[in-house]
């Protein structure tokens, strides 16, 4: 980061920005998409106290472009074939 500002590469917002959506996207897989459990995980989200956090999470899912992660779909095994009747008469 030094070698960015005395460069004069450093640009705050962006890297704001960019912790930003890396909070959003680990708290959302952990909640499984839950914005208002991302919203607990993330603490003081907004500009302090939401009255609804989980609306303030997709708020900033739309202005930071964070898609809402989708669930693990459970894989089932395939079915077994019953086997072959012999025609044996």
Do not use: W, Y
Request: aromatic share 2%; net charge positive; glycine share 12%.
């Amino acid at each position: 980061m030094g070698a960015a500002i005395d460069a004069e590469r450093f640009n705050l917002k962006t890297e704001v920005e960019r912790l930003e959506r890396a909070a959003l996207r680990a708290a959302l897989a952990q909640s499984g998409g839950n914005a208002a459990l991302a919203a607990r995980l993330l603490g003081a989200v907004g500009r302090g106290e939401a009255s609804h956090p989980g609306g303030t999470v997709r708020s900033m899912m739309r202005r930071l472009g964070v898609a809402t992660p989708r669930p693990v779909r459970a894989t089932r095994a395939p079915r077994a074939r019953p086997a072959a009747r012999s025609r044996r008469g």
